[in-house]
């Protein structure tokens, strides 16, 4: 059974910095493209950053570029994101997902929660 566990979520000030990690098991983690999303309060999930299966290419939303960078470690079957210069508007859940390069397969972790504040 497919498990994603994000950690690393916190209470930060604005201008600091935080590292997300994703714990994954039950699936075969090379096959996977990995993907960071967030959802902040009365909105929509939004895509952050995304990592291919080789840890190429990578791509990120406008609102995170040059802040956030996200990386994978294949032998401990994890993928990272790290996040800089944190903003007011970076506060959100942020979410862990997995999409099977071949078939599509999809799956999510239960989120950790950012808060930025001063």
Not at 20 to 31: D, I
Not at 64 to 72: D, L, M, P, W
Not at 94 to 106: E, L
Request: contains cysteine; positive net charge.
């Amino acid at each position: 059974q497919a498990q994603l566990v994000e950690s690393g979520g916190g209470l930060v000030q604005p201008g600091g910095s935080l590292r997300l990690s994703c714990v994954t098991s039950g699936f075969r983690f090379s096959y996977y493209v990995m993907s960071w999303y967030r959802r902040a309060p009365g909105q929509e999930r939004e895509f952050v950053a995304a990592i291919g299966t080789t840890g190429y290419p990578t791509n990120y939303a406008d609102s995170v570029n040059g802040r956030f960078t996200i990386s994978r470690d294949d032998s401990k079957k994890t993928v990272f994101l790290q996040m800089n210069s944190l903003k007011l508007e970076d506060t959100a859940m942020y979410y862990c997902k997995a999409r099977n390069n071949y078939n599509g397969q999809i799956y999510w972790g239960q989120g950790t929660q950012v808060t930025v504040a001063s």
